[in-house]
């Protein structure tokens, strides 16, 4: 093979590669897609509202309502992947909102508003560590978001929740979530509604300027783009997402020690978000849900003689999918997804 | 001789072969002018700017990085309406000379005023006021379309208000025509939904060049433009700056190619190791005794 002809190889496959990751231009579907679509929206929804009672014989809806927690904190590392970076801090976060929680139920403040209240007490724990974002990069970040993690689990976490879960007075759930399958479909509902701001996001000018940011840093500031503006932004919104999560944990939970936000965990939920494919929602989303969900479906059904292997489950899992597409998930169902619609290689 | 001198030597040879134009390439760029100068002489094509105030006024620049002076007291003006050259061999500072200008590194020394004004700030900023520039390696957005990376160009200069020097008319167009429009004008021929990604190297340069013209520059500084350029491109990149120049831009380029410098520039600084070594036309510093002794050596 010439060298000419080598390097239209390579070039191809770049191109290749790169159309992955682009967004569809906006233009007419053909029938077979939106056939497709309309019936795959309906399977989901469908499959939302049943799953519960599908995966009953494998184990309780806990474990579904478990895996949507996670779904939405892998979520949250992902929103970070949007101007490529890394976040250790994803756990901290969901601490934050499992700390104020238990502080507004003790001042009587009702679930309903404890929510919106959480998702904007994020706000300045995530301009902490957007400080570290507009001053480190890459490694250096997330090195910076998991000293803050260890800081906040060894001082806050550990006075706070203790290593049992003591809190001065225990988590309440509100009588419209007794249930486990009511907190499940509370927490598909916001994953729905946080999915589509993101998606928007993603498909708005200020996806396009994400994008730019995290393809050239200095061409986009150069270009008078204010880089620091976008990354507050995205560290905000995938704190607010992590918060959340939390939040809906100690909801589910009742009782969470302060060991369930160690720093090192961290690493798993980072390794979850790749294995996703970085950056993806529908990617990130399904990693939580397989990650979170079936470990616990395993160890119901081997009659609890897989309890503990959740961590060896990942491990595995990550391993095959990111040797196999390397694109993780989101990858994969772009893929499979084509063929459905027909779209042409 | 140690063959490190030898080898010394003969690169010094191999810039001053760069330095004096090839006449056959300098030939090459000669109707491209007439057909320009005729245009504006015949007051068919858009009027030459009469405009020559200063854009950007640099005094005393300096900047050291540990033991190594990179920048030594670099005076340089650059007007409306002229494309002024920064030449000089690998390592001369002339990239550090546009990092400093562009806010990217913080000079030790010296006052930089654009438009009348300090030039101080971010990165961001600067840009914001009307500093485009382009880089040595081509840093497009790769992950976005042809489209999106000028359209971003386009953001700018609506959301800071800017009124595009070279052509009124943009202003009346849609971000997606205006962008399309100044594609065409840098030569680009390809379609505007390809990624960034798939591009051929002289398509990355000139869609880079493009993008800053998005963002309506009252200055635009070039980084190598013609560097990997195919010969019909760079005759293209040479018109295209001599009449962006004429319709009131300044221009700031750095070159390695002289029949591109000689071919456009109006004013050549000249640094060598940090320093200005020569101001002046191209002939001028085609002819100063201290560029061709930086170049040639005593001894030669």
Redesign the interface.
């Given at each position: 093979m010439s060298v000419a002809t080598e390097l239209r190889a390579d070039?191809k496959a770049?191109?290749a590669?790169?159309?992955d990751?682009?967004l569809p231009?906006p233009g007419r579907l053909r029938p077979r897609a939106v056939i497709a679509r309309t019936f795959g929206f309906a399977l989901l929804v469908v499959g939302i509202f049943t799953m519960p009672s599908l995966l009953s014989r494998a184990g309780p809806t806990y474990a579904l309502a478990v895996g949507v927690i996670v779904a939405m904190a892998v979520l949250s590392v992902s929103v970070l992947g949007w101007i490529g970076e890394i976040s250790m801090a994803t756990l901290a976060q969901m601490g934050m909102g499992v700390v104020i929680l238990n502080y507004l139920q003790r001042h009587g403040v009702a679930f309903a508003a404890i929510v919106p209240i959480a998702v904007l007490a994020s706000i300045p724990v995530s301009l902490v560590l957007g400080v570290f974002a507009l001053r480190l990069r890459g490694v250096y970040f997330a090195i910076a978001t998991l000293a803050f993690a260890t800081l906040a689990q060894k001082s806050f976490f550990s006075s706070y929740l203790g290593t049992e879960g003591g809190f001065e007075k225990p988590l309440v759930r509100p009588s419209y979530l007794a249930s486990d399958k009511h907190v499940y479909y509370l927490e598909v509902g916001t994953l729905a509604v946080v999915a589509v701001i993101c998606y928007l996001i993603l498909r708005s000018?200020i996806g396009?300027?994400l994008?730019?940011l995290?393809?050239?840093e200095?061409?986009?500031?150069?270009?008078?783009?204010?880089?620091a503006r976008y990354k507050l932004f995205t560290v905000c919104l995938s704190g607010a997402i992590a918060t959340l999560a939390g939040t809906y944990y100690g909801i589910l939970q009742q009782v969470v020690p302060s060991n369930y936000f160690a720093p090192g965990l961290a690493i798993a939920y980072f390794a979850y978000g790749v294995v996703g494919g970085l950056g993806s929602v529908g990617g990130a989303i399904a990693a939580g849900l397989v990650f979170g969900s079936t470990p616990r479906y395993l160890e119901t059904l081997s009659h609890g003689k897989l309890v503990g292997y959740d961590l060896f489950f990942a491990a595995a899992v990550a391993l095959i999918i990111i040797l196999w597409v390397p694109g993780g998930i989101a990858a994969l169902g772009r893929r499979i997804w084509r063929r459905i619609e027909g779209v042409p290689r | 001789m140690s063959p490190e001198v030898t080898n010394y030597r003969t690169a010094r040879a191999a810039h001053t072969a760069e330095l004096r134009p090839d006449p056959e390439k300098m030939a090459r760029f000669a109707p491209l002018r007439a057909r320009l100068g005729a245009l504006l002489a015949e007051g068919t094509g858009p009027t030459r700017s009469t405009d020559r105030t200063e854009i950007l006024a640099v005094s005393g620049l300096s900047i050291r990085f540990g033991g190594l002076q990179a920048l030594d007291n670099v005076d340089l003006v650059a007007r409306a309406g002229e494309v002024t050259g920064v030449i000089g061999p690998n390592g001369a500072g002339k990239t550090t000379f546009f990092n400093c200008v562009?806010g990217?590194y913080p000079p030790d020394r010296g006052q930089i005023n654009f438009e009348g004004q300090p030039l101080k700030g971010?990165?961001?900023s600067r840009?914001?006021r009307g500093l485009?520039?382009t880089?040595q390696s081509p840093?497009?957005?790769?992950?976005?379309?042809v489209l999106?990376?000028l359209?971003?160009?386009c953001?700018?200069a609506e959301?800071?208000g800017r009124t595009y020097t070279f052509d009124s008319t943009l202003a009346r167009l849609d971000r997606a025509e205006r962008a399309e429009r100044i594609a065409r004008l840098v030569g680009f021929r390809g379609d505007l939904?390809t990624?960034a990604?798939?591009l051929a190297f002289g398509d990355l340069r000139v869609i880079?060049f493009a993008?800053?013209l998005c963002?309506a520059p009252r200055l635009l500084m070039l980084d190598e433009p013609a560097s990997g350029l195919d010969v019909e491109q760079a005759d293209d990149l040479v018109a295209l700056l001599r009449r962006l120049a004429d319709l009131g831009l300044a221009v700031l380029l750095i070159e390695h190619d002289m029949a591109v410098v000689m071919g456009v520039c109006d004013v050549i600084t000249v640094l060598n190791f940090g320093t200005v070594l020569a101001t002046g036309t191209p002939e001028q510093v085609q002819s100063d005794e201290n560029v061709i002794e930086a170049y040639l050596g005593r001894s030669a």
């Open positions: 070039l770049a191109v590669a790169s159309t990751v682009m231009l000018p396009t300027r994008t730019a995290r393809d050239s200095m061409a986009f500031a150069v270009l008078g783009h204010s880089p | 562009s990217l971010s990165v961001v840009g914001r485009g520039r880089f840093r497009l957005f790769s992950s976005l379309s999106d990376n359209a971003l160009g953001a700018v959301s800071a939904a990624p990604s798939g880079e993008r800053a963002a």
